[in-house]
């Protein structure tokens, strides 16, 4: 139990373009979504924290016209990188954290953005 | 910083060794949690001890908490190539707050 499918797993985009990525929790609700974001050889970095219905909730740092979040269900949490440059390119990874076992977190496994 | 450190950075041994990683947080926590990551993937959920215990135990990981010196240990005993990933820590606050991860440990098992 317990699944968190993300994806794509990989997307090569153009500078300007915007990306969609999808996570989703399969077998449970998620009452909470959870984006980070990675760097090479790097920690996990959290961009944003995303409840079923209610608006994002971004750290400080991160652009919310940049990196939109939508939570629209209790299964699914979108990140759309928007205007994509070179500098967003990134390891993105979702979690979600069900209404049981709440101190766990349950990650998708990413997706590598490159912008060319 | 919110992150904590993890030591070593990177840490290499031979299969059947025991692999021992730290990691010291600056705030108080709720619980303490460790993950690992295969290359290129998501993280998987190992383990989790409460601030209120010292010690636990999963299989071949034995997770030890030292609230006072704010760091935690994780030991992999008789490791395999397989145990080779990445593992970080992440400090919980409470159930519903997002976790704050560690810079992590990258293990390397040769056999």
């Known amino acids: 139990g317990a699944v968190v499918s993300q994806h794509p797993s990989r997307v090569i985009c153009k500078s300007g373009t915007s990306v969609k990525i999808e996570c989703r929790s399969l077998d449970f609700q998620a009452t909470t979504m959870f984006w980070y974001r990675q760097f090479p050889k790097k920690s996990l970095m959290l961009m944003a924290t995303s409840n079923e219905g209610s608006k994002a909730t971004y750290e400080q740092g991160v652009e919310k016209d940049k990196f939109l979040i939508n939570h629209a269900s209790l299964t699914l949490s979108t990140l759309t990188v928007t205007s994509a440059h070179p500098e967003d390119s990134s390891f993105y990874i979702c979690s979600a954290r069900g209404r049981t076992e709440r101190e766990k977190l349950f990650f998708g496994s990413g997706t590598q953005l490159s912008v060319l | 910083s919110q992150q904590g450190e993890e030591d070593p950075q990177a840490l290499s041994i031979q299969e059947g060794e025991n692999a021992t990683m730290n990691c010291s947080y600056k705030?108080?926590?709720?619980?303490l949690q460790w993950y690992r990551q295969n290359s290129g993937r998501g993280l998987v959920h190992l383990i989790l001890?409460?601030?209120?215990?010292r010690e636990k135990h999963s299989g071949r990981l034995r997770v030890t908490l030292d609230t006072s010196k704010k760091s935690s240990s994780l030991l992999i005993t008789a490791s395999r190539a397989a145990d080779t990933a990445s593992y970080f820590c992440?400090?919980?606050?409470?159930?519903?707050?997002?976790?704050?991860f560690g810079k992590g440990t990258t293990l390397s098992v040769s056999s």
């Open positions: 001890i409460r601030s209120n215990e």
């Open positions: 705030t108080s926590i709720n619980n």
């Open positions: 992440a400090r919980g606050d409470q159930a519903g707050t997002a976790l704050i």
